[in-house]
Nanobody, 126 residues
Framework: QVTLVESGGGSVQAGGSLRLSCEVVGDSLGVYRNYYKGWFRQAPGKDREGVAVINPYGGTKYTDSVQGRFIVSRDNAKNTLYLQMNSLKPEDTAMYYC?????????????????RGQGTQVTVSS
């Protein structure tokens, strides 16, 4: 069984940075190297929001609120997804989830992911 395991969340002051990682565990055939992957977030009392999507070749798409501050990347050899978050703002506070098993950038908004991780908390204080 394939699972996604996130790490790297924590608490930081506004203007700081964090790097999230998401390892694909149990993918012995490397199938998940061929999927679009991404991150979405959900804050208490708010709808979930797509953050970033990356295709198997490194092409990316971001939601407007993080464009220019966040960078999504992937290391297919390690079967790991990353999210570098810079210039963090209090409104970035949320539980962040990595996701996989998607076939296009539309997953940024339609959340049609086949697999998601358990989430990692990011808290940004002012």
């Amino acid at each position: 069984q394939v699972t996604l395991v996130e790490s790297g969340g924590g608490s930081v002051q506004a203007g700081g940075s964090l790097r999230l990682s998401c390892e694909v565990v149990g993918d012995s055939l490397g199938v998940y190297r061929n999927y679009y992957k991404g991150w979405f977030r959900q804050a208490p009392g708010k709808d979930r929001e797509g953050v970033a999507v990356i295709n198997p070749y490194g092409g990316t798409k971001y939601t407007d609120s993080v464009q220019g501050r966040f960078i999504v990347s992937r290391d297919n050899a390690k079967n790991t997804l990353y999210l570098q978050m810079n210039s963090l703002k209090p409104e970035d506070t949320a539980m962040y989830y990595c996701a996989a098993e998607c076939y296009g950038y539309a997953c940024l908004t339609d959340f049609n992911w086949g697999l998601r991780g358990q989430g990692t908390q990011v808290t940004v204080s002012s």
